[in-house]
């Protein structure tokens, strides 16, 4: 799986930063909501393709996460409103080796369900490995090794669970003759044997193109069954993951059909609407259904909110909206109507809100006194054991430069967070002076070529300050600055962001806040701009020069 061998720490000192701040600030949270209802979205930044499932205490979530570190964030929710993230269910590197491959390769759209005490999350490992599932009693972990799944390829994989104690897994495939068009994908049905671990007897597509082959519909994927009032209702994405993105519906009568297209579909959608409209929402889909024990029906979906145009740097995210039921077919939300900024609450018993806040705007501090990272911290495609120190400086975070760079495919010296608001400011404070040789700063990533680097960097006794942007190839200078600095100076990096542009600050111990660079074109950090299928991330990152 690996490129190469992966790097090592720099024989020279470390960077030692005090704390991080991330503030957040949009006009979209401002919004006047319901008094104790709920705000779109659920989860704000990067949380795409969500799942979800009621188990015996609550309801749980899971989301992609491609190649960063952990694997798949899982949540816990009593009331569906407030969610608290309880751990990741990849959280070792043999669950997720993505050495070598790029940002958006990785672990695809994940599956969460339960059954008869034990969790499952089923899962494709893109580039890396295929199809598999891992179980738990706990779903804040330990999770089991993966079983592999080599007779199915596709992605995007779910569980069934029969009634009649039979089990399925459904997934997007190739169809079974030479696609007709580029898009052209299948849904597909199979047995699966839990007690050997492996799909038994016969494959079989139930779903041809989408809704209707003839019309030419693309990348129809996602799908999950649901067992209602003795139908087997299969809900899928289609459209592909922009613009046109929607979700989609069809029953049958049997787990293998023929499955019927629902009579009014898509049963979710923004595409018809206005892309120009206040606050919009776009590129809704990839649904997953759950109910509450009074018999409500609520969807989770993704859905991306631009700052202009097709233009947003916090990706997909995760949304919530109720789904209602005629005559046997489930709508989540008119295709003309827009997804709602804010809706009344779920019929459940209020739950306390999370201690970090995964939506609304918020200011978030860490101050690294505790251990272990919190579960917002990720960095890329594997641990940071080998770079992070949280222990040597009492309240702060070491970090040891490493080689690799952030336009590189291994694990840079890369701590991050996400970025969850078009408008935001983050701030780290970092001591000086570093050894010879090093830099270490903010970095702004959506992916190995397209990001911002605002670091410090020391040659021999001369400190100088530097805006590095990757903007669609190999990183490159953008502005360096010498600075003034003595044994024992810290120096405060600040990032802020309106929508598109971006600027970059900084200020010395006791001085006054420095622009290095203003007003820069963060649609760089755009999926519509940089491609793939994640969002930005922002973070302390320290590298050998």
Request: aromatic share 12%; glycine share 10%; hydrophobic share 40%.
């Amino acid at each position: 799986m690996a490129c190469g061998a992966a790097p090592q720490p720099a024989a020279t000192p470390a960077a030692v930063f005090d704390w991080f701040e991330y503030s957040g600030r949009d006009a979209w949270f401002e919004q006047p909501a319901q008094p104790g209802g709920v705000r779109n979205p659920i989860l704000a930044g990067f949380y795409p393709d969500p799942s979800i499932v009621r188990a015996d205490d609550g309801y749980y979530m899971v989301t992609s996460t491609f190649s960063w570190y952990p694997g798949v964030p899982i949540f816990r929710s009593e009331d569906l409103v407030n969610w608290t993230q309880i751990g990741h269910v990849l959280d070792h590197p043999s669950l997720l080796p993505v050495e070598g491959k790029g940002v958006s390769r990785g672990v695809f759209a994940p599956t969460i369900r339960y059954h008869d005490g034990i969790f499952y999350m089923i899962n494709t490992l893109v580039d890396a490995g295929g199809n598999f599932y891992v179980t738990a009693t706990d779903p804040a972990g330990p999770w089991s090794e993966p079983v592999w799944l080599p007779e199915i390829d596709g992605i995007d994989p779910s569980i069934l669970f029969d009634d009649d104690g039979r089990v399925y897994v459904t997934n997007n495939g190739p169809p079974d003759y030479e696609p007709l068009y580029e898009g052209h994908r299948a849904l597909w049905i199979q047995e699966l044997d839990l007690a050997a671990g492996k799909l038994i007897g016969p494959r079989k597509m139930i779903v041809d193109g989408g809704v209707d082959l003839e019309t030419q519909p693309i990348w129809i994927e996602a799908p999950h069954i649901f067992k209602v009032d003795d139908w087997y209702v299969l809900i899928a994405a289609e459209g592909g993951t922009e613009f046109y993105h929607s979700e989609v519906v069809f029953r049958s009568r049997a787990p293998f059909g023929p499955y019927e297209p629902g009579p009014v579909n898509p049963i979710l959608t923004q595409r018809t609407l206005d892309p120009e409209r206040p606050f919009p929402v776009i590129a809704s889909g990839h649904a997953d259904f759950v109910q509450t024990p009074e018999g409500d029906w609520w969807a989770v979906f993704l859905a991306c909110r631009p700052y202009e145009g097709m233009f947003y740097n916090t990706g997909r995210e995760t949304f919530l909206h109720p789904v209602t039921w005629q005559d046997g077919w489930p709508m989540i939300l008119d295709p003309s109507k827009p997804v709602p900024l804010a809706l009344a609450r779920p019929d459940l018993t209020a739950a306390q809100a999370s201690a970090t806040p995964y939506t609304d705007n918020f200011t978030w501090r860490e101050e690294f006194d505790a251990r272990e990272l919190g579960f917002v911290w990720n960095s890329l495609r594997g641990p940071s054991d080998a770079w992070l120190d949280l222990e040597s400086h009492e309240g702060a975070a070491t970090m040891t430069p490493m080689s690799e760079r952030l336009s590189g495919s291994s694990t840079p010296a890369f701590l991050a967070r996400r970025q969850q608001h078009a408008s935001f400011s983050a701030s780290a404070s970092m001591r000086m002076p570093m050894s010879s040789g090093m830099s270490a700063g903010i970095a702004v990533f959506q992916n190995e070529q397209h990001h911002f680097y605002l670091g410090v960097r020391r040659v021999d006794s001369e400190w100088s300050i530097f805006l590095e942007q990757a903007a669609g190839g190999e990183p490159e200078a953008f502005v360096e600055r010498a600075l003034s600095s003595g044994d024992g100076d810290s120096i405060e990096l600040r990032v802020d962001a309106e929508g598109r542009p971006y600027s970059f600050t900084y200020r010395l111990e006791g001085g006054d806040w420095i622009t290095l660079a203003e007003g820069l074109d963060g649609s760089i950090l755009s999926t519509h701009v940089a491609g793939g299928f994640v969002g930005s991330y922002i973070g302390l990152h320290v590298r050998v020069e």
